[in-house]
């Protein structure tokens, strides 16, 4: 069975520019999660969603936004890129709306310059 | 201070155990969680705890909570290179289950 799938790998934007990132969940996930992993940190919530409703937001900007769409797959958009925005950005999915076991995709790897 | 906190690196020789710690904050959480992370990949749950447990063992891992002391441990029995990698733990509180992970532990396996 596929895993969570997340693309692109790696991006390589300037400041001020805008991103999307795209997440699948394993099949049969209903909930998707967004993680910003700055080099050295652990992960950092940004949104959970489940069954297309935003059911959780972390402490982010609102250039920071996402959704989720009926077949559970999932975008993350990020507006007005910073410097400070360069990080792993990580989705997880999970079967239940509570993630208590959640599975992580590789990630995208994103350089703002 | 932070919420989740583990030190940063531990060196063992192949076939050691290896022990990584990690101290939290919330007194509430529900959940404790062991990630690993290899270089250049997302992280991969190992392990993970509910707050009445005091142990659970999987193979070669053993997870101690000491919930008085808010004090979580991961032992891995004779360690291998494969091995290496970076071990997050992480917590969370009921309701959202989000977890809150730490730095993370970069484990190097030395022959």
């Known amino acids: 069975d596929a895993g969570v799938t997340q693309s692109p790998t790696h991006l390589i934007k300037t400041r001020g520019q805008h991103v999307t990132l795209r997440c699948s969940p394993i099949s049969g996930h209903k909930s998707v999660s967004w993680y910003q992993q700055v080099l050295g940190q652990g992960p950092q919530f940004i949104f959970q969603?489940?069954?297309?409703?935003?059911?959780g937001r972390g402490n982010f900007p609102d250039r920071f936004s996402a959704r989720q769409f009926p077949n559970y797959s999932s975008e993350l958009n990020v507006n007005a890129l910073l410097l400070g925005d360069s990080a792993l950005y990580l989705c997880?999915?999970?079967?239940?709306?509570?993630?208590?076991?959640?599975?992580f995709g590789p990630g995208t790897r994103l350089t703002v310059l | 201070g932070e919420d989740v906190e583990q030190s940063l690196f531990l060196s063992v020789r192949e076939g050691d155990s290896s022990v990584i710690n990690c101290t939290y904050t919330?007194?509430?959480?529900?959940?404790l969680y062991w990630y690993k992370q290899e270089p250049g990949a997302g992280l991969q749950l190992l392990t993970y705890i509910f707050s009445n447990m005091d142990m659970k063992q999987d193979q070669r891992l053993t997870v101690l909570l000491n919930k008085k002391d808010k004090h979580l441990s991961l032992r891995i029995a004779d360690t291998q290179t494969g091995d290496s990698a970076i071990y997050f733990c992480?917590?969370?509180?009921?309701?959202?289950?989000?977890?809150?992970f730490g730095r993370g532990t970069s484990l190097i396996v030395h022959p």
């Open positions: 997880a999915s999970s079967l239940e709306r509570t993630p208590r076991e959640q599975f």
């Open positions: 969603y489940y069954e297309k409703e935003e059911r």
């Open positions: 992480a917590e969370s509180t009921g309701g959202s289950y989000i977890p809150t």
């Open positions: 919330d007194s509430s959480s529900t959940y």
